[in-house]
Structures are given as structure tokens and as C-alpha cells.
């Protein structure tokens, strides 16, 4: 599958989460996420443009791996997400075998996060309120979606967009955003 995706800086939540009432998106779960990124032993995923990570949302724990980005305004790029067991001992068990095998903790990306779920074109969309900690706001909008639907997709997407007033277009990761703001850490 590739996640289609533009992220918005400084986003007004009231006027995003009204609009989405006025066209009766489903408002979806609300927490809280830790994404522990990690680079690889024989690359260095800040130059090959991936991401690797662990989340944990509460207690459920999820692997997750973000392939190089396609150019362009819209965040286009494979994911894979695979749950993992649940808990902390579990979450803590894959660290240290990351680090066995030569992974490298990065940092870790915290935030809450607020999901609204709606459907337009044929495309099943998520909108996203994220509280970034050390960030700020910021709104993402995304589709996931096979290959041969990218061009149809990221027109919906840049439509919703708009349509939600969402200007402030970051295409920097949450990751990458966190790092630069680290006095002598080189962005992801």
C-alpha cells in the first residue's frame, strides 16, 4: 500500500474539526503516541529518505517502515505496519533485539492525536489533529491506497485540503522537524 499524505503546520483545530462536522466525518479514536525511530546498521535512513519505528499507543505496540518519498508537494511512499504483541515488556524485548542487531535509537516523537475518518471520490480519507510535543499543531490529511490510484487519490487529497482551509504545507516528518530543532543534531 502507499500512504498519500500532506501535513500542515500551525492548523486552527475548531475551524478544521467544524468544517468535518458539516460534512458528518466519523470522528475516530483519540490517544496518545510514542514513535521510537530507529537507523539501520548498513544504511543511514536519513540519506536513503526511509523511517523505521516502533509505536506504542497505550499498550499496543506497532513496527512500522516508511520507504523513500516520491517528489512532490504530496507525501507519497510505501508503508508497512505490522502489530506486534502488546505491552511494555514486549516493546521493551524488540528495542533491545533492534540494538542486538545493530539498530540505533534516534528519538523518540510524541504526540496526541485526535482522527476524524470520511470518504470522498471512492477514497476512504483520515484526518489527523496532531499536538507534536516541542512542535506544535499541525493537521494531516492522508489516504492509503493502491499504485495504480495515486494520480485520482492526491487530487482528492490536495481537494479536502483546501477545503478544509489547511495552507501551511510541511512536508518535513515529524522526525525530521524534532531533530532540526535539537541544537547540533543533523534532521532525518
Known sequence: MLEIE????????AAIEKR????????????????HYFNAPDRDFARTDEA????????ANFLTYKGPKHPGDVKIRTELEIPLRD??????????????LGYRAVAVVRKHRRMYHLE??????AVCLDEVEKLGRFAEVEILTAD?????ARS???EIASELGLTNLERRSYLSLLLASIPGERPA
Not at 523505521?52 to 499498550?59: C, E, I, K, P
Not at 515488556?89 to 533485539?97: D, I, K, N, S, Y
Open 156 to 158: 482528492i487529497l490536495a
Open 6 to 13: 500532506q501535513k500542515f503546520a500551525n492548523a486552527n483545530f
Open 120 to 125: 470522498r471520490g471512492g477514497f476512504a480519507l
Open 148 to 152: 495504480e490510484q495515486v494520480e485520482a
Open 87 to 100: 505491552g511494555d515488556e514486549a516493546a521493551e524485548q524488540f528495542m533491545q533485539l533492534l540494538a542486538h
Open 20 to 35: 468535518l462536522a458539516e460534512w458528518n466525518a466519523r470522528r475516530g479514536e483519540e490517544h496518545t503516541e510514542a514513535d
Open 52 to 59: 523505521f519505528r516502533l509505536r506504542r499507543v497505550g499498550s
